[in-house]
């Protein structure tokens, strides 16, 4: 059981190239959440999914599009990357109901 | 609006002192979950607890222990006779009933010197 799966670990990027961060869970999990994490600024919501073919913006979606085709996987595109977007990024997944989320070991991307 | 506040950016402690983490949340929901998370210096986030509105009962796991009070909307995380393995930066996050958003604070670095 491999839980949240993220590819890459490390990227850097030049501004302006485009790339997508992979997301894969194996828990068959509704909701799947994408998390930048900042120094001193916590976590913040990216975009999130409640299920397959539905997603929606969270605190922070400029710059990142997301898309959910099937259960298992949810992948962060950047667009045209920036220096801003220089972040670690996590993705979770949970099922419905109160419980916590299970997250990714994160991809630690610069933007140069 | 949801709101967590972890006023503690950083601490520091000598091994084996008792150390209180705190976490004050807002909102207006009724039902809603409280979690808090441990990122070692490896990075990944490790979940530690989950608490939901309706259960005010404290809890205890090892040397770790958490304190919910609705009238003070906290949910404080005390480690006992802390250990330099506790280093690590600690989130407190509010999910509300209902909903798949997960609120982060910004987190308290907790540093144990030996």
């Known amino acids: 059981n491999a839980g949240v799966t993220q590819t890459p670990k490390f990227q850097v990027l030049k501004t302006g190239q485009s790339m997508t961060l992979q997301c894969a869970q194996d828990m068959n999990h509704e909701y799947m959440s994408w998390y930048r994490q900042d120094p001193g600024m916590g976590l913040r919501l990216i975009h999130y999914?409640?299920?397959?073919?539905?997603?929606d913006q969270g605190e922070v979606p400029n710059g990142y599009n997301v898309s959910r085709s099937t259960t298992e996987d949810f992948p962060l595109r950047l667009l045209s990357a920036a220096p801003s977007q220089t972040s670690v990024y996590f993705c979770?997944?949970?099922?419905?109901?109160?419980?916590?989320?299970?997250f990714g070991s994160g991809t630690r991307l610069t933007v140069v | 609006a949801q709101k967590v506040t972890q006023a503690q950016t950083e601490i520091s402690v000598v091994e084996k002192e008792d150390v209180t983490l705190d976490c004050v949340y807002e909102?207006?929901?009724?039902?809603?979950?409280l979690f808090w998370y441990k990122q070692p210096p490896s990075g990944e986030l490790v979940f530690l607890i989950r608490?939901?509105?309706?259960?005010?009962q404290n809890e205890i796991s090892g040397r770790y222990s958490w304190n919910f009070q609705k009238s003070t909307s906290s949910f404080n995380f005390t480690i006992t006779a802390s250990q330099v393995v506790d280093s690590a930066v600690y989130f407190c996050?509010?999910?509300?009933?209902?909903?798949?958003?997960?609120?982060f604070g910004k987190g308290t670095k907790l540093t144990v010197n030996p």
């Open positions: 909102t207006r929901d009724t039902t809603y979950y």
């Open positions: 608490r939901n509105s309706f259960d005010e």
């Open positions: 999914s409640v299920g397959a073919g539905i997603t």
């Open positions: 979770a997944s949970t099922r419905a109901g109160a419980y916590g989320y299970t």
């Open positions: 996050a509010l999910r509300k009933g209902g909903s798949e958003k997960l609120v």
